[in-house]
């Protein structure tokens, strides 16, 4: 199961996201932005889920298009902007087979989003469409989970509670296919006071940097840029998540 399967946790994922520290990373995003050799007027959210940071990015004053594969992910999001001045586009579609009418200024994409696509041909053509829909000096932000954190999580098991839902997830690593498969169980409390319980399998692809860079290279991105989460410093030997720039 892919993020574009993202089905029962659709309405639960914001509770059980809530250290997701949305709003600094869109500060961190904007920050970033600011200092792209394009201005930046309108921006593309890759694989948005629930479209928090696309919101975030609007209230800021960009015109947003936010694209994701889950339609349930998408009704979360347009829920949530539709008291916006000048809401984001949300559009239905998986990350290698973008598709916009017209080019944007810069594209982001945050929360590992990119682990997801767990196949080669996927991460690079990808690559390939969002550098073909980048206004030319265009920027794109995005961030990945870095092989020493899956490699970590190889099986462990994680819990998060809401008032009205308790996931847990049972997570396991494969050095031959650098592959983090998850499973989900999530019991979500019905107004009768009963539990019901669903189950999701999600995976994520450990991307080395080298691969990145390479795959970022060949598509025509002629500066890479790579930090630490939310940093300017080089990532740490131990870092969670990296942080990518291309232009």
């Not at 609007?58 to 992910?73: C, H, P």
């Not at 008032?163 to 409390?189: A, P």
């Not at 539990?195 to 002629?222: C, K, P, V």
Request: proline share 4%; hydrophobic share 40%.
């Amino acid at each position: 199961m892919s993020r574009q399967d993202y089905i029962a946790l659709a309405s639960s994922y914001d509770g059980l996201m809530a250290d997701g520290n949305y709003r600094r990373r869109a500060a961190y995003l904007v920050k970033e932005l600011k200092k792209s050799a394009v201005p930046v007027r309108t921006v593309l959210d890759l694989a948005c889920g629930t479209g928090t940071i696309a919101c975030l990015l609007a209230e800021r004053g960009f015109r947003v298009i936010a694209v994701d594969a889950s339609e349930d992910m998408l009704a979360q999001a347009a829920q949530k902007a539709q008291n916006l001045k000048q809401p984001p586009l949300f559009l239905q579609q998986a990350m290698p087979r973008l598709r916009l009418a017209e080019p944007v200024d810069a594209v982001v994409s945050t929360l590992d989003s990119l682990n997801y696509l767990t196949r080669e041909r996927d991460l690079r053509e990808t690559f390939q469409h969002v550098r073909k829909w980048l206004t030319p000096g265009g920027v794109f932000l995005f961030d990945v989970n870095t092989p020493y954190k899956l490699r970590r999580m190889h099986q462990k098991m994680y819990m998060d509670d809401t008032e009205d839902s308790f996931c847990v997830w049972r997570t396991f690593f494969s050095e031959k296919t650098q592959v983090c498969t998850y499973q989900v169980d999530l019991f979500c409390l019905r107004p009768d006071g009963a539990w019901d319980r669903n189950f999701e399998e999600h995976r994520e692809r450990a991307w080395s940097e080298t691969e990145l860079r390479d795959y970022l290279a060949e598509t025509g991105f002629a500066t890479i840029a790579l930090t630490g989460d939310l940093t300017c410093r080089p990532p740490a030997s131990d870092e969670d998540r990296w942080q990518f720039r291309a232009t």
